[in-house]
């Protein structure tokens, strides 16, 4: 009698850790479930960042707004802008480097931040991109000057 109790307690132990264990797979695949719904891809393109997009070297264009009024070496003005994946700008005259930095970008209002190495407050720049075509504007608050207002325009020479 006693081998025969013992078996069935066996078994219904046995029954018990199966059902609590299905169980728990039930509610893992559940969850993946879930997690795979969440993760529907859309339709829709995603934009591509405009930090992605200004790496590279950029040549001015020719054209009559691309004159220089100053000799700030920070100036873009038909200069070539270099930027690279590290934050870092470079501008050219030439083979000549005149300026070099950091840069940040502000995505949703199209700003750029160019901090110079060699101190000072960072340049603030509203810029647009339309394919490889980049313009550059003034967005520092002083910049209300015609000079300073100027849009400089560049085309794309490498990525």
Request: neutral net charge; proline residues 5%.
């Amino acid at each position: 009698m006693k081998p025969k109790m013992i078996i069935a307690g066996v078994c219904i132990a046995t029954t018990i850790i199966s059902s609590v264990a299905l169980a728990q797979q039930d509610r893992g695949r559940e969850e993946r479930e879930q997690r795979r719904k969440r993760n529907i891809p859309t339709e829709r393109d995603i934009p591509e960042k405009a930090v992605a997009q200004i790496i590279g070297t950029w040549r001015p264009m020719e054209a009559e707004d691309n004159t220089r009024t100053t000799d700030d070496e920070q100036s873009v003005a038909g200069r070539t802008l270099v930027f690279n994946r590290e934050n870092q700008y470079l501008i050219l005259e030439g083979d000549q480097q005149l300026d070099s930095g950091s840069f940040r970008m502000n995505e949703p209002h199209s700003i750029i931040y160019m901090e110079s190495s060699r101190g000072g407050p960072p340049r603030l720049w509203k810029i647009d991109f339309s394919g490889d075509m980049m313009t550059m504007q003034s967005a520092e608050p002083s910049s209300a000057a015609r000079d300073e207002r100027k849009k400089y325009m560049f085309q794309r020479s490498s990525n």
